[in-house]
Nanobody
Framework: QVQLVESGGGLVQAGGSLRLSCAASVRTFSSYSMGWFRQAPGKERELVAVLTGRSSNTYYAEFVKGRFTISRDNAKNTVYLQMNSLKPEDTAVYYC????????????????WGQGTQVTVSS
């Protein structure tokens, strides 16, 4: 069983930055790919970014390329999402997800999910 706890959300003005963190309670963290998703009110959940266990492979949704960066610290069992140049349309609840398969994460079928952290970007 893997427990995921997100933190770092909040209210920020457009153009600002936030860094989200997701701490995982698992012994073999480096064997898990990690992803970030988001869900805005009235919209479906969408994939933001994915990173493999050894950080050898990443995927970003087109709408965050050049603005968001996913990274991880395997010694701390934590994955991060650095969000720069935030826009009001980035407002959503952000969730992290873990799975030993990057493909399953990209399909939205990850085994483990966090509770989410709210990000609100004001115009």
């Amino acid at each position: 069983q893997v427990q995921l706890v997100e933190s770092g959300g909040g209210l920020v003005q457009a153009g600002g930055s936030l860094r989200l963190s997701c701490a995982a309670s698992v012994r073999t963290f480096s064997s898990y790919s990690m992803g970030w998703f988001r869900q805005a009110p009235g919209k479906e959940r969408e994939l933001v970014a994915v990173l493999t266990g050894r950080s050898s492979n990443t995927y970003y949704a087109e709408f965050v390329k050049g603005r968001f960066t996913i990274s991880r610290d395997n010694a701390k069992n934590t994955v991060y999402l650095q969000m720069n140049s935030l826009k009001p349309e980035d407002t959503a609840v952000y969730y992290c997800a873990a799975d030993q398969s990057m493909v399953r994460i990209r399909l939205g079928s990850a085994d483990y999910w966090g509770q989410g952290t709210q990000v609100t970007v004001s115009s």
